[in-house]
Each structure stands twice: as C-alpha cells, then as structure tokens.
C-alpha cells in the first residue's frame, strides 16, 4: 500500500537552496531532524557547494507553507536523501557575476529557455559577493 502511495524509506526528498541578496544562505529540506545533527550536515554541505561560511547558512524544516513534501525522518535516510537534495546538481545553474571592479551584487540573474512548450523563465538576484544558484530547472537548454 505504501509502495501505491508513492512512499517509500529512501528514494527521493525535497530541498531547495535559496541565496539571499544579504549574502546569506537559506536551504530548506523536507526532512526532519531529531538531534541527529542533520541541519549543521545539510549547512555544511550547501557550504562545500557554494564557497559560503557555514555561519552565513540557515537551515529550515518542518514548516509546509515553504515546504510542499517530504519524506520524513527514518533510519539513516535524511542524510543520504535530504542531503542530497541541498546539493547542486545536473538541473541547477550557479556561478559568480563579475565585472571590471569584481563580484557584482545585486544583479539579476535570468535562466531562460524556449525548448519547453511554453517559454520558461527564471530569475534571481547575486548576493552581496556576485553569487546566484538558479535551482531544480527543468530539462532544457538554457541562456543566462
């Protein structure tokens, strides 16, 4: 039944990675921590991926007005599966606008593609050092 439900003890989970013009850091992960010690995993992770101070990372769970699903906390999934989730990976774009002075803050930062049935745009802004994560695109050829 669970299996039909499209629930499962491993698998997939839900995470985003958001940076803020502050400079700061926001991941956010369906699953739960206990005291495991996942929150500071999951900000050193996104820490790794990005070139961020782990002090400038905030880690949000268990709140479904940011969080539309999750698998939960069981056995040692949250890591493996929520873990994951925050990394960039093969559907992300992320990089540094720089100019002639160097990082640029503040700049917009536009994906945008014409390979899906209808014309698909997304859009971020750099944080205080140049710095933008466009996450979870859809497959498609993309110009920035």
């Given at each position: 039944?669970l ?21 700061k850091v ?8 206990h ?5 500071t ?16 990372i ?87």
């Amino acid at each position: 039944m669970l299996g039909a439900l499209n629930f499962g003890a491993g698998g997939w989970e839900h995470g985003s990675v958001r940076m803020l013009p502050t400079g700061k850091v926001e991941v956010v992960t369906g699953t739960s921590p206990h005291g495991q010690g996942h929150a500071t995993a999951w900000a050193m992770l996104a820490s790794e991926e990005l070139g961020i101070d782990v002090d400038k990372i905030t880690v949000k769970w268990g709140d479904t007005d940011l969080i539309p699903e999750g698998g939960g906390t069981g056995g040692s999934r949250s890591l493996q599966q929520g873990g994951a989730a925050v990394q960039l990976d093969g559907d992300d774009i992320g990089g540094v606008v720089t100019g002639p002075a160097g990082p640029e803050a503040g700049v917009w930062v536009i994906a945008e593609t014409t390979d899906l049935p209808t014309k698909f745009a997304k859009i971020v802004v750099t944080d205080d050092q140049g710095r933008y994560v466009l996450p979870d695109l859809p497959k498609a050829n993309y110009s920035l």
